[in-house]
């Protein structure tokens, strides 16, 4: 029943800025969402969370000053703002749904998550 499908990837220059969406279905079923990236070469990191009811965040130290998670609970949707882009930020990105309530790691790693979508392509130009 619960669906993730993220959107909003492209093309841009270092510096520039970008959002990515991502709506969820099934939403009563999932406690915690989150957004992933792998490059290529590189293994699948986390990037930053956000809790369905309370909007409580956490970042992954590369991103914590220049990105950030916000939910709209009316459109089941998540955001991912992402400024001051950097060639390094060019990735996969991927919007995942976590059922669990608590989380040992603090929900940052992708085994925590059970809904995964089907990612989006961010290239950042220097």
């Known amino acids: 029943q619960v669906q993730v499908a993220e959107s909003g990837g492209g093309l841009v220059q270092a510096g520039g800025s970008l959002r990515l969406s991502c709506v969820a279905s099934g939403r009563t079923f999932t406690f915690v969402m989150g957004w992933f990236r792998q490059a290529p070469g590189k293994e699948r990191e986390f990037v930053a969370a956000?809790?369905?009811?309370?909007?409580?965040?956490k970042y992954a130290d590369s991103v914590k000053d220049r990105f950030t998670i916000s939910r709209d609970t009316a459109q089941n949707t998540v955001y991912l703002q992402m400024n001051s882009l950097k060639p390094e930020d060019t990735a996969v990105y991927f919007c995942?749904?976590?059922?669990?309530?608590?989380?040992?790691?603090?929900?940052?790693?992708?085994?925590?998550?059970?809904?995964w979508g089907q990612g989006t392509q961010v290239t950042v130009s220097s």
């Open positions: 956000i809790t369905w009811s309370f909007g409580a965040t």
């Open positions: 995942a749904a976590s059922p669990v309530r608590s989380s040992r790691y603090g929900f940052s790693r992708g085994d925590e998550y059970a809904y």
